[in-house]
């Protein structure tokens, strides 16, 4: 077997060196470069390489225990490993974690490790797994010029005589749905195939010592996942060890390229990020988010949660405090129609011309150049057209002096006054002489207006009002950095209906507008900051994606069933309320990528 090549690393800060160990875990390699941080990863591979710190700057952290996922695995260790009895193997990890277990993450935990359990008993039942295993915390090992330690998160069973091996990777529900790269995956193969038990008591920051007994020689390993919520399970690798072994390199030697750091992509991640203070990549911008106040700890936040805030926070502090599960929506047809038009609206930007009739020819005469690439179907297509009709007269490139664009650009700063780091995602950032024109796009099957008032506007597009507190301030919107003297820009929601279209426009050099969105964003993040989570029980409660994790929601008798969300928003009246619910309904049917966070 090939070793595999590890890049170096420097380090953009002060550092100290106490060993020269690298540490890449499975999840370090999955290659999902739009939602990891090269930097961030090859901080992570190091446990060894400290920052030199002045000792009076010490990170803070939050009061909550924010894995719950990490509660179950770590129970179903102690299950597993030494027999000890569920509840009290639970009890002993949540009394022992970092930062207080809240009930709900408690609870959560306990399905968890109920599901294992039952998918465990299940797969030793049908002889899939055999009736007594080893389970202990292993890893794998290459040496040459550094030592590098392989790792996989999850929990990893051995016969009795090592040569049957089976890891489970955790998740919490449908399992074999999600596409595992197949770097990850070699890496959970590796570690079965070359298992080392690691002796107890290793610390994180040290090479890991091997315990004196070790497994047998193994033959057969498989990586199976689990889904701890639904108990559902998925075989997604059964090999040979040789096989594990040989295939290795050649599949994860491109994928660990990022530990070679270089590139920073600042996003709500840095708030949790060991190195925020000292890396460059958030832009520090303090006041930009109008809050002014004692932070306990750094926040990551983005703008669905001030639209969740205005509705309940508690919701908010389920979902980004305690990060319990989401569940997982249906698909509706209006998250199909907004995914697909973005992907239209990106691939046709990107060519820097204006979209034209010739990129729509007639239903059943082709599909244009776009949707073509795409890979749409004639029925998407004609479903889809008139949405993109209305689009060319509102299209931004229509301007003819754009000298680039930046399709799906992220925007992140960290208010340093209030400690949170704030992030969204703009569409389209057109470059011009005269300024930077950002364009959010939404598009609506029925006929709705475009909101009357600015702070109405900004209430129901909370990223509108982020990002135009963002230029104002001078955030470049392309290199991520903070301009001393900011260029000026354009702000532009546009509404795309099958039968119209409007776009609304705020100018960074309009103090009333900055005022109007700072003060609606600072509302919102003053809640979250300083108001102690309560629950709101309302009809909006059958759409909290939270709602299962909620005792105040299983207490009340529960709205019945899930109405459609424009109906439900029609019947609330009052103008303010329809335009927090309908902001509110829109951003709870957003996945939300939640993962291991190693
Ligand atoms: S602070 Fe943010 S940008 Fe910097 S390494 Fe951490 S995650 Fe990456
Ligand atoms: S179920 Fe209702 S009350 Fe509970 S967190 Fe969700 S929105 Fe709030
Ligand atoms: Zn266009």
Same mark, same amino acid.
């Given at each position: ?26 999840? #370090? ?45 770590? +129970? ?28 709900? +993450? ?61 890891? #489970? ?139 969740? +805030? ?29 995914? #697909?038009?973005? %992907? ?11 979209? %034209? ?8 005469? /082709?599909? /244009? ?230």
């Amino acid at each position: 077997m090939s070793q595999v090549e590890i890049p170096p690393w420097t380090p953009p800060w002060r550092v100290v060196v106490c060993d020269r160990v690298i540490r890449v875990s499975a999840a #370090h390699v999955r290659g999902e470069d739009g939602w990891e941080c090269p930097t961030q990863i090859a901080v992570k591979a190091r446990p060894a390489v400290q920052v030199d710190r002045e000792p009076s700057l010490r990170p803070t952290y939050p009061p909550f225990h924010s894995f719950a996922l990490g509660l179950a695995r770590d +129970a179903a260790y102690s299950v597993t490993a030494s027999g000890t009895d569920p509840e009290v193997a639970l009890d002993r990890v949540c009394a022992s974690a970092s930062g207080e277990v809240a009930d709900a +993450a408690r609870s959560v935990a306990r399905e968890a490790l109920q599901g294992y359990l039952i998918v465990l008993a299940r797969l030793r039942d049908a002889g899939t797994l055999p009736s007594e295993t080893v389970v202990r915390e292993f890893f794998a090992a290459d040496e040459v010029d550094v030592r590098v330690e392989w790792s996989a998160w999850g929990l990893l069973h051995v016969s009795r005589d090592g040569a049957d091996r089976e890891y #489970h990777v955790l998740t919490w529900e449908q399992a074999g749905t999600r596409r595992r790269d197949p770097a990850y995956l070699a890496v959970y193969a590796r570690v079965a195939a070359d298992a080392i038990m690691k002796q107890e008591g290793s610390l994180w920051r040290e090479r890991w010592p091997a315990a004196p007994a070790q497994p047998g020689p193994a033959q057969r390993v498989r990586v199976r996942e689990i889904g701890v919520l639904d108990a559902t399970d998925a075989l997604l690798l059964d090999i040979s060890a040789d096989e594990a072994r040989e295939r290795f390199a050649g599949v994860v030697a491109e994928r660990v390229q990022v530990l070679g750091g270089g590139a920073t992509n600042p996003g709500t991640r840095c708030a949790s990020c060991a190195v925020r203070y000292e890396c460059p990549g958030p832009a520090r911008m303090p006041g930009v988010l109008g809050v002014a106040g004692p932070a306990l700890w750094t926040r990551g936040l983005s703008p669905g949660d001030l639209t969740t +805030a205005r509705t309940c926070t508690w919701q908010v502090h389920l979902e980004r405090e305690l990060s319990l599960p989401r569940a997982r929506r249906e698909t509706t047809e209006a998250m199909i129609r907004g995914t #697909h038009l973005h %992907s239209w609206l990106e691939h046709a930007h990107a060519r820097l011309v204006p979209c %034209s009739l010739d990129d729509l020819p007639l239903p059943g005469e /082709g599909l /244009g150049d776009v949707a073509e690439l795409l890979g749409w179907d004639e029925p998407s297509y004609a479903a889809l057209r008139p949405f993109l009709l209305q689009h060319i007269a509102a299209c931004p490139l229509s301007r003819d002096d754009a000298v680039a664009v930046y399709p799906e650009q992220s925007l992140t700063a960290w208010d340093t006054d209030v400690d949170v780091v704030m992030s969204t995602r703009a569409d389209l950032v057109v470059d011009t002489p005269s300024g930077w024109v950002v364009r959010e796009t939404k598009s609506v099957a029925v006929h709705h207006e475009m909101p009357q008032t600015a702070a109405d506007v900004f209430e129901r597009y909370p990223q509108v009002a982020l990002t135009l507190c963002l230029l104002a301030d001078g955030l470049d919107p392309v290199t991520g950095g903070v301009a001393v003297d900011p260029r000026p820009a354009r702000v532009e929601v546009e509404i795309l209906r099958p039968d119209g279209h409007e776009v609304r426009g705020f100018h960074t050099g309009d103090p009333e507008a900055v005022l109007i969105a700072r003060a609606s964003i600072a509302e919102a993040v003053d809640t979250i900051l300083y108001s102690p989570p309560e629950p709101t029980v309302g009809r909006h409660c059958s759409w909290c994606p939270v709602s299962r994790w909620c005792a105040a929601y299983r207490a009340s008798s529960g709205p019945s069933g899930a109405e459609a969300v424009e109906d439900d928003v029609e019947v609330q009246g009052a103008e303010r309320p329809r335009m927090s619910l309908l902001a509110y309904a829109e951003s709870v049917t957003v996945e939300i990528e939640s993962d291991i966070p190693f």
